[in-house]
């Protein structure tokens, strides 16, 4: 799971959202009146402060100042009374809550510890408040700023990057903050946890001593040698070592002072103390690391511990669990119970020893969990285990283990076996922090595959649903989907429902709640904005609101909005074409065209093949011939960079990848009839293939590092629907060949997500357009990921945390999946073929429906 979509969980139990500045405290400067001619500019978590004057460079060496929660208002006004006499421009956080999350264990790690940025406008300013502001500030705390170099042993730290707001596409085409190399071209403004000078900038003298007292910080004369460095948060490191006095295999584990926080509000060090303290009290219980040895280095402080044998359990489930094949093989399922049943009941003996002792875990989860070589367990990080007598709750927790607020003490590890228990063989109890009725479903879906002791289920469900106020269980309605026209008609209505009140349009930041990817620029497109939700209503049949939002925000974007299709404004004025408001679109376009757009990239999601093809298509509609020669000049840049193309991108699939360069192909061949075309679409998609793996069930997917991916936006799958599309004007024996495994990919029981991009409903969009009969089955199990919203059906986004709305994660997504098997019309992506089949059959679980195009 990406750590930063737990930013977002802090504002809606239900909804990733931003704070929106009426969190409090709020810091006291914010309020207080400037003197004449300065102006205070909100920009999202920040306060922005400009003199009179604005004459700051564009980018330069920029200081940062570090605080923590308790002195964070003194250096708040100690740099503001500083600063404002000189005219010297500079930002600060909000309030103590922001500053608290961008100091949380789970925070970026390139954002922690920055209170104040303050711009100098030259290199002798910049050494005069080094100077000035170091002897104000001398002895106040801080976290360490991983990005920066540090000032001396206060809370000053500087680092070369951008004052001013611009933007270009880093390398998986998101835009990201820049600034100019030395050759003048925009380059992404690196926010890397490490200091880094870009190769073009020289170091000022009066940064070099510092630069020097960073260098002489080493693990010189320590008896430990790092081999590998194992996992990195916010409040430090943990890497596997090497004790040289033994030879002997150790594990490394750092805690930074002020940074990592808790709920309560300890640091890593206060955590990592309390860790060697619990673990000398568990000292000898098998399963339990031993202790070696505690020392500081610098500002940190490191515990060194056992190395345990193993593996963390969550690594096994892809190629253990049964599921995951097309068609699992009962021996295989047997063998697969035995196992999970052995692991739980190891992880229990262990949590009974340590309660033994006195002494509550209180982060069980998967990452947590040692599975050895013998197929024993061993529990790792005990930096939040506490006294049983202390009834205390968890401080910090895995999404998909985190204890209800009345589970205390002893109760928070029961409460976390229980989750085990389910996600051994269903992983989807994240979901729980939305609904922890949806227990009670888990238990149902896992009991259809998997053969169980009696009581097993009912036990973890009952411990996750009860409520310890009133010692009753919390019941919740199971949601099902049926793969006919009633059951059609039902779902249609009740993800509508859903959709349209979740609708917030007195906002200007979001119309419908969805992916964290809104909040970024993409507010407007088809991935995650109000043009994707709005399409997928309409051609699904739905009643369609709110259109007024998205030609007011479209007509007149946010700094920052993305361009293309699937992230901005393209995709916005598609969809106001689509809905017939030609003049909104118009508009859109001619503002898209005064941008730098023949500099975007080659992928369909934000480059330039969603630009020729909205281009080509709204030609017609908005009598404007012009924008053809704008299309075909994007289409031959395309060309020319395929043509040039020796290596696999780094992305391969429909929205990243060279997969959406061939759809744009293939489209453009059926205007134009040139074979030359197809030839280019060829070459586009075997580029996508060579990134591609078979594995053993023969099923092809993209692999990417350690995963591979069968899904519809970065995966396999995606590159499928465009085979479909060129399979239909020429035959090619190695695409077909490429066809049947990218098929079999579509058709496993188990897919973590429900997302349209990246979980079931893309092969549920994807199998239809063939008339497969594994959609029906997969209809039914999208339910997995349905939780009841109002009086209607949502369906979990991405990393499983909140309810999503959008075309890309969410419940927008589903419907037009659905809409792809069973509406009466044709219903798929933007050009997209969907081609005309005949009366099919969705067999394969339950009854036999007969659905028609």
């Not at 376009?589 to 909205?614: F, K, S």
């Amino acid at each position: 799971m990406e750590k930063q979509y737990e930013l977002y969980c802090q504002k809606d139990r239900l909804f990733y959202d931003v704070l929106d500045g009426q969190e409090r405290p709020a810091f006291t400067i914010a309020d207080e009146a400037l003197p004449e001619g300065w102006q205070r500019v909100r920009r999202n978590e920040w306060l922005i402060y400009v003199p009179p004057a604005q004459d700051i460079p564009q980018q330069g060496w920029k200081i940062h100042v570090s605080a923590c929660h308790d002195n964070a208002e003194g250096v708040l006004t100690r740099v503001r009374d500083y600063c404002v006499p000189r005219a010297i421009s500079f930002k600060h956080l909000r309030s103590s809550d922001v500053l608290f999350m961008r100091n949380a264990k789970y925070a970026p790690r390139g954002g922690s510890g920055k209170l104040v940025t303050i711009y100098p406008r030259d290199e002798a300013e910049l050494e005069r408040i080094l100077d000035d502001l170091g002897e104000i500030l001398a002895g106040e705390p801080g976290p360490y700023i991983l990005t920066d170099l540090r000032i001396g042993d206060g809370p000053l730290y500087v680092r070369y990057g951008g004052f001013m707001e611009r933007h270009c596409k880093d390398e998986d085409g998101r835009l990201v903050s820049a600034i100019e190399d030395g050759n003048g071209r925009l380059v992404p403004d690196r926010r890397d946890p490490v200091f880094r000078v870009p190769d073009w900038v020289t170091v000022p003298d009066c940064l070099r001593p510092h630069l020097d007292a960073r260098a002489a910080v080493t693990m010189a004369g320590l008896p430990y040698r790092v081999t590998e460095a194992l996992h990195f948060s916010n409040g430090g490191g943990v890497y596997a070592a090497e004790d040289t006095r033994t030879g002997e295999r150790v594990i490394l584990k750092e805690g930074r002072p002020h940074a990592g926080l808790a709920a309560g509000g300890a640091d890593a060090v206060t955590r990592l103390r309390r860790e060697h303290e619990m673990l000398e009290r568990l000292a000898g219980i098998d399963g339990v690391p031993a202790v070696h040895d505690y020392f500081t280095l610098g500002d940190h402080e490191f515990l060194v511990q056992e190395f345990v044998e193993g593996r963390p359990l969550n690594t096994f489930f892809a190629e253990r669990h049964p599921l995951l094949d097309p068609e699992p093989d009962p021996d295989r399922i047997a063998e697969y119970t035995a196992w999970a049943l052995k692991i739980y009941e190891g992880t229990e003996r262990v949590v009974e020893a340590v309660h033994a002792r006195g002494v509550v875990f209180n982060d069980l989860h998967m990452f947590n969990i040692m599975v050895r070589p013998d197929d024993t367990v061993a529990l790792i990080d005990f930096e939040t285990a506490a006294p049983v007598t202390d009834e205390g709750r968890q401080i910090l927790a895995n999404p998909g283990f985190l204890a209800p607020p009345d589970r205390r003490g002893a109760a928070v590890d029961r409460y976390c076996l229980a989750c085990l228990k389910l996600a051994l063989f269903a992983p989807l109890t994240t979901m729980l922090q939305v609904d922890r009725t949806k227990a009670a479903h888990l238990a149902d879906v896992i009991s259809e595959w998997f053969a169980l002791p009696e009581g097993y289920l009912e036990s973890a469900v009952e411990e996750i649903s009860r409520d310890v106020a009133t010692g009753t269980r919390l019941v919740g309605v199971r949601p099902s989907l049926r793969p006919d026209a009633a059951g059609w008609e039902d779902a249609r209505s009740a993800l509508s429902r859903a959709i349209l009140a979740s609708a917030t349009p007195e906002r200007d930041d979001r119309l419908f709640p969805g992916d964290i990817q809104q909040f970024g620029g993409g507010a407007l497109g088809l991935a995650y904005g109000a043009a994707g939700v709005l399409y997928a209503l309409d051609v699904t049949g739905c009643p369609v609101e709110h259109e007024d939002w998205l030609i007011r925000h479209a007509t007149n974007p946010e700094p920052g909005s993305g361009l293309g299709l699937y992230d901005g404004l393209y995709g916005a004025a598609f969809t106001l074409a689509h809905l017939g408001h030609l003049e909104a679109a118009g508009k859109v376009v001619d503002l898209c065209l005064g941008e730098r757009w023949e500099r975007l990239g080659t992928d369909l999601y934000g480059g330039l093949p969603g630009v020729a093809l909205t281009l080509e298509r709204l030609a017609g509609p908005l009598e404007a011939p012009a924008l053809r020669d704008a299309a075909a000049k994007a289409a031959q840049i395309v060309a020319d960079q395929v043509l040039a193309a020796t290596e696999a991108p780094a992305r391969p699939g429909l929205l990243r990848g060279m997969a959406g360069p061939a759809l744009m192909f293939i489209r453009f061949y059926e205007r134009t009839g040139d074979p030359n075309l197809l030839d280019l679409a060829a070459a586009a998609i075997r580029l996508d293939l060579r990134r591609c793996v078979t594995d053993k069930e023969g099923a092809l997917h993209v692999e990417d590092g350690s995963r591979i991916l069968p899904y519809l936006g970065r995966g396999s799958v995606g590159i499928g629907l465009v085979i479909d599309d060129y399979l239909a004007h020429r035959e090619d024996e190695r695409l077909r060949t490429a066809r049947e495994g990218i098929r079999l990919a579509a058709k496993s029981v188990y897919y973590a997500q429900a997302g349209l991009f990246g979980g079931r409903a893309g092969m549920v969009l994807y199998l239809a357009r063939q008339g497969d009969p594994r959609v029906a089955a997969h209809i039914r199990d999208l339910a997995w990921h349905a939780l009841s919203y109002e009086d209607g059906l949502a369906f979990i986004g991405e990393n499983l945390l909140r309810l999503s709305m959008d075309l890309g994660t969410g419940t927008a997504g589903v419907l037009l999946a659905l809409g792809a098997a069973l509406h009466d019309q044709p219903v798929h992506l933007p050009f997209l073929a969907a081609p005309e089949l005949p009366a099919r059959t969705l067999a394969g679980v339950g009854d036999t429906d007969t659905v028609r195009r």
